[in-house]
């Protein structure tokens, strides 16, 4: 239980944490206008976490904040681990809303203007800039735009202090701090930020998905052990070894069981769920 995160202290750059927040339809609004610099029409369509893909067959993409408006579509990503992939991560997204928002019938023409915003903890392309705003253009013209109606834009929350606009350089320095509200915008997130905070359900959905993480990261490392073994060991200790690891396992996913029992915060269906046990061996633990 030592490594579980304190749900009560998560900051908004946790992505469980910012999917919820964003649930506000005003405060999602307010978030997209001010680091775009536009008026969104209407909002028609709006979700979190929204799982989409091209084809039977292709890879499915999963969108942290899904809005659908009138001319426009977004997709906000809250970017904590620094990898190397988020270009192409971006140019997939958008290829995957494009064609879940082309209906049979339609034109090209009525492909609808597609953001792609990744909100991150680090300099993604290293140029010390605190927002990177990519359209495609002609490089032989540069001020040739293809006016495809697409633009990708990745910022450095952590670099807030460079921006120039005060509106947007407040809402990246709340979103990296979580803290000290100082505009009309930030006072609404803290608002939406303390709600889900308290909010009971959402505080058992993360620990069970905080639970099955440390299931899987068990799982990995036990992997990773076995992998490791030398290949001339003896078949019997290999065995032993395994039988041990089962046991240990086990006992580690009663202990957690017990200690979930104890703070009373799941039902018995949502402890076997996340320790691996079943019904009965936690209904067990429970008398």
Request: contains cysteine.
């Amino acid at each position: 239980m030592d490594n579980i995160i304190n749900y009560e202290d998560l900051p908004l750059t946790n992505n469980f944490m910012f999917c919820k927040v964003m649930e506000d339809k005003d405060v999602c609004r307010g978030v997209i206008e001010t680091l775009l610099g536009i008026k969104i029409e209407r909002i028609e369509n709006f979700g979190r976490e929204k799982t989409a893909q091209s084809g039977f067959s292709s890879k499915g993409v999963r969108y942290d904040v899904y809005v659908r408006g009138t001319n426009e579509v977004f997709d906000i990503e809250m970017q904590v681990a620094e990898t190397k992939d988020l270009p192409l991560r971006a140019r997939y997204y958008q290829s995957v809303a494009d064609v879940d928002g082309l209906k049979p019938g339609q034109t090209y023409s009525d492909l609808k203007y597609v953001y792609i915003i990744f909100l991150c903890v680090f300099d993604a392309f290293g140029r010390n800039e605190p927002v990177y705003k990519f359209e495609n253009i002609c490089c032989s013209i540069p001020d040739l735009k293809m006016n495809d109606r697409t633009c990708k834009v990745f910022y450095n929350i952590a670099d807030y202090k460079k921006v120039q606009n005060p509106d947007v350089r407040e809402l990246l320095r709340y979103m990296y701090e979580s803290r000290g509200a100082n505009s009309g915008l930030t006072k609404q997130i803290s608002r939406s930020l303390e709600y889900a905070r308290l909010n009971e359900t959402w505080r058992k959905e993360f620990m069970i998905m905080e639970m099955q993480r440390l299931v899987w990261m068990k799982e990995a490392q036990q992997e990773g052990m076995e992998k490791g073994m030398q290949q001339g060991m003896k078949q019997g200790l290999e065995q032993g070894r395994e039988q041990g690891a089962i046991e240990g396992a086990h006992a580690k996913a009663v202990e957690t069981a017990r200690n979930l029992i104890a703070m009373g915060i799941l039902t018995p269906e949502q402890t076997a769920k996340a320790t691996g046990l079943s019904l009965a061996q936690v209904q067990q633990l429970q008398q």
